[in-house]
């Protein structure tokens, strides 16, 4: 068995999963980012349930194929696989399958003690997760995914009753800075192109726009888009995402007209394993699908991802995104190059989508990627100007709803304005404050006539561990500091705050 080197982020995922079952939940929810190591974190996972049966559901051969190497190399046990023909044995006690051939046989032997859903997100969308879960007998369940937004949240806490991580594309962005390159994502730098390409006609069905029309309303640019791509482009490594098959074809002819090592890629390619070993040898610069290489295809070395199929969903475009944001030598960062797509009828994600907590946060971040700035850099500008326009609110609204007012303060003097618009999402956060989170509140310095909700307790708690973890001010320290007279005591330093409380002291 392989040494595992757990990263930091991988490690607080488990404990928050033991943790999530040591206090009663059966379901906890698991959020972190493509490339963040999910494969890995849930493998250690199961190395802890031994020697009881653990039973993971993916629903794409990639991921039956990734989570088979990762648990082997973490646990030394090679599981078994139900997935079409082949057939776990009664003796596995790792066992990975695909949903869609355990929704139709039981496993073969003792039932299971766990059962793993990695891409949890589409457990919701799918009934054969909750047939496939009910014949493992197991009586507990946890979900790992990359994408779930609030709304979608929202839907999965009718399976999941606990969310007890979550880290963010951003937080994995910073990280990837701060360590120098070691560990983290890179940044990303969004880029449209000089053309507009006309969604109005385009229409929707099962909530994302059908392929056929895009297609349509796509093709007739592809040798603009190609033009652009062979004069400014021609020494990236690319993937392209297409609406359909046939527009990836296209669009990898009109690249191999122009000179450029391009390939197509579709999930019956007899030559498929050959076509990606050969872009991974960068004997191919320039790669183009349709819907096969969203989930469960790692290369780490992609530097730009060219969206030629615009969505509606949150969840397939950060899938997307995401097959270019890992870390690799010589990687400066990935290069999102996103046409225009423009539209009065619809709204299509862009990357901004990523971390912005609602559409009007989403629309300023986007404007000012347009104008050249990375995904990081530009959510750090829009929250300094969101910062300023809370303290107007509050000015403004002095005298009005108390509640919300006390709830914005606390937002800016820890300095996460998501704080003031948070909303529950699983079914435990609108119950009331436990005695133990209002002691370590009140200890902290904030007024349980604050927090409303146990989950909005959580939150807070967490904000205030994250802040010591970083070596940031106290809440104390902070609004003694802004009462002497700092303007932005939240972004100091607990020793900041410190040598700056006694210069200021020792003035007055």
Request: with cysteine; aromatic share 4%.
């Amino acid at each position: 068995m392989a040494a595992i080197l757990l990263r930091r982020y991988q490690q607080d995922a488990i404990s928050a999963a033991r943790a999530s079952f040591e206090a009663g939940h059966k379901a906890p929810l698991l959020v972190m980012p493509t490339g963040s190591g999910k494969t890995v974190t849930f493998a250690v996972i199961a190395r802890l349930v031994l020697p009881k049966r653990t039973l993971v559901i993916a629903h794409r051969k990639e991921l039956i194929e990734q989570a088979v190497a990762k648990i082997e190399a973490v646990t030394g046990i090679r599981p078994g696989v139900e997935m079409g023909p082949r057939r776990a044995l009664a003796s596995d006690p790792i066992v990975v399958g695909t949903v869609q051939t355990l929704a139709k046989r039981k496993v073969a032997g003792e039932s299971f003690a766990l059962v793993v859903v990695d891409e949890a997100h589409h457990v919701v969308a799918d009934s054969q997760y909750a047939t496939a879960i009910k014949a493992s007998g197991a009586k507990h369940l946890l979900g790992v995914t990359a994408t779930p937004y609030r709304a979608d949240k929202r839907a999965l806490s009718a399976v999941f009753d606990d969310n007890p991580y979550n880290l963010g594309m951003l937080d994995m962005v910073d990280l990837g800075r701060t360590s120098g390159g070691s560990e983290g994502l890179c940044d990303i730098t969004v880029r449209t192109l000089p053309i507009q390409i006309d969604m109005g006609a385009v229409h929707v069905r099962q909530g994302d726009f059908v392929a056929g029309e895009v297609a349509d309303v796509l093709e007739p640019e592809l040798a603009r888009l190609a033009d652009i791509v062979a004069a400014e482009y021609a020494d990236r490594k690319l993937l392209a995402f297409c609406p359909l098959r046939a527009s990836s074809r296209a669009w990898t002819e009109l690249l191999r007209a122009r000179g450029l090592p391009a390939a197509h890629v579709q999930g019956d390619s007899p030559d498929r394993a050959e076509i990606l070993a050969a872009f991974a040898r960068d004997e191919i610069r320039f790669l183009s699908n349709s819907a096969v290489l969203t989930e469960g295809y790692d290369q780490p070395d992609i530097d730009t991802v060219l969206l030629l199929r615009p969505t509606k969903s949150r969840g397939l475009f950060a899938q997307m995104v995401g097959r270019g944001t890992r870390l690799h030598p010589g990687k400066e960062g990935l290069l999102v190059l996103d046409p225009m797509f423009v539209s009065e009828r619809h709204s299509v994600m862009h990357a901004a989508s990523l971390v912005a907590t609602d559409g009007e946060q989403e629309a300023r971040v986007t404007k000012l990627m347009r104008r050249g700035l990375s995904m990081q850099a530009s959510v750090q500008a829009d929250a300094a100007a969101e910062k300023d326009r809370l303290k107007e609110a509050l000015r403004r609204a002095a005298r009005r709803n108390p509640y919300q007012r006390r709830l914005a303060e606390l937002a800016i003097e820890l300095d996460d304005i998501g704080l003031a618009s948070w909303e529950p999402t699983m079914p435990w956060h609108h119950e009331r404050p436990s005695t133990k989170q209002l002691a370590a509140l009140e200890q902290a310095g904030i007024s349980a006539d604050t927090i409303g909700s146990r989950g909005l307790a959580s939150a807070v708690l967490d904000r205030l561990a994250q802040r010591r973890l970083q070596g940031l001010a106290t809440l104390k320290q902070v609004r003694y500091a802004r009462m002497l007279g700092h303007t932005a005591p939240e972004e100091l330093t607990f020793a900041e705050a410190s040598a700056w409380i006694g210069s200021a002291r020792q003035a007055a």
